[in-house]
């Protein structure tokens, strides 16, 4: 007889995962949520930049002077001071859209490493965000612009309440 007995075959756990905390879910979420939004706000920002012009001259039309009649579009001076004026307004919104929409999303991307700092930056940006997006129905935009402004909006609270809800109860069980 032989004093061998099978062993069972031994089980290694893979070490990164074995006593790793999970990442929470709501992180996760806040994350996808505010790189859509930064996304989404740079799809505004590039409408404002494209269609910036027609817009301007819609706004202009529509309040040409106190308490007269709305004149055409086509009858706008382009050369004027009040139009130089509002597109250089437009256009800072626009290329400060495309900044502060790229530190979104870097910001997003550090908060998945675990950073309570950074999610709050993140989420003071989305609310930010949010609140100029709020504007959009009372000044003349393109369409493209206000679409996106309206998902904006909605994705950008989503984000905001996700990030408050990653840095809750659940994110101090999982370390």
Do not use: C
């Amino acid at each position: 007889m032989s004093m061998y007995e099978p062993q069972a075959r031994a089980h290694f756990e893979d070490p990164r995962t074995a006593g790793a905390p999970q990442r929470p879910a709501n992180l996760t979420r806040a994350v996808y949520a505010a790189i859509a939004t930064a996304t989404l706000n740079v799809i505004s920002a590039i409408g404002i930049i494209v269609s910036g012009t027609d817009a301007i001259k819609e706004q202009i039309a529509a309040n040409s002077n106190m308490g007269s009649a709305p004149i055409s579009p086509d009858e706008v001076d382009v050369q004027s001071d009040r139009f130089e004026s509002l597109q250089m307004i437009y256009s800072g919104l626009a290329y400060s859209t495309i900044f502060w929409s790229l530190v979104l999303v870097l910001l997003a991307w550090l908060a998945l490493r675990g950073g309570g700092a950074v999610r709050i930056f993140a989420t003071i940006i989305v609310i930010v965000s949010v609140l100029f997006k709020a504007v959009s129905p009372f000044i003349t935009l393109p369409t493209l612009t206000l679409v996106a402004d309206a998902l904006v909006a909605v994705l950008g609270l989503a984000a905001a309440i996700f990030f408050f809800g990653a840095g809750g109860k659940a994110a101090r069980q999982g370390r």
